[in-house]
């Protein structure tokens, strides 16, 4: 029985403790064991969040979860790491992993293990626990400025006034940037390969009360 879709948690059994490295960053986009997701780590308002970034299938469905106005929910942006707390004295962080073979939260830590690898674990009850190492594919992503509440420049209202009897000669115009190629968006930016982009700007994460 698996704890959680696209995290591959094993509920009993399988499990070998690793010692985890020190000052490692749990952020990113990281593949699941069994290849199938993506999962986005970043950290919004404090806490570390993860949700679906890939699909190896795209469309997939919360179809299980127990509240029926959200069985049509995508599952690509769907947060499966959940407010996830750091520990003191250790690089590790707890919170609670969304489940959603059942549509249920469980308790749940991920532990970076040097800077490719993140090891999740949870558990049932307190007990049951299980878990699996994700695979680094993406590089560690900075604060969100939505995340550190910035506003970013004030907009222009306009061209600065001419003084009078002066002429302006035109500013030459840069070259046409090449296009990029498909694929090269980087985590936290949306576009044709990224269809997600900022996780902190999720409704699910951006609305969750501290």
């Known amino acids: 029985m698996r704890l959680a879709l696209y995290t591959g948690l094993i509920l009993a059994g399988g499990y070998t403790c690793l010692t985890p490295a020190l000052a490692a960053d749990p952020t990113g986009d990281w593949r699941v064991a069994d290849g199938v997701a993506n999962i986005r ?3 919004c308002n404090g806490s570390m969040w993860g949700a679906v970034s890939w699909e190896k299938q795209p469309g997939g469905r919360d179809e299980n979860n127990p509240d029926a106005s959200k069985k049509t929910r995508p ?4 947060a499966t790491l959940i407010d996830m707390k750091k520990k003191p004295g250790a690089d590790q962080w707890e919170g ?3 489940n959603a073979k059942d549509g249920q939260l469980y308790s749940a830590t991920i532990t970076p293990v ?5 090891e999740i674990k949870g558990c049932v009850m307190g007990f049951l626990c299980g878990g699996e190492t994700w695979t680094r594919v993406g590089p560690p992503i900075p604060l969100s400025p939505a995340n550190a509440m910035a506003k970013g420049a004030p907009k222009s209202t306009g061209p600065a006034p001419k003084a009078q009897g002066t002429t302006v000669a035109a500013a030459p115009q840069p070259a046409p940037a090449a296009p990029k190629p498909a694929g090269t ?3 936290g930016q949306k576009g044709a390969a990224d269809q997600v982009g900022d996780i902190c700007l999720l ?8």
């Not at 599952?75 to 769907?78: A, D, I, P, Q, S």
């Not at 040097?114 to 993140?118: A, E, K, R, Y």
């Open 41 to 43: 780590v970043a950290q």
């Open 75 to 78: 599952t690509l942006g769907m």
């Open 96 to 98: 609670q992993v969304y």
């Open 114 to 118: 040097g800077t490719d690898q993140l």
């Open 185 to 187: 968006a980087k985590p």
């Open 203 to 210: 409704p699910e994460i951006a609305g969750f009360a501290h």
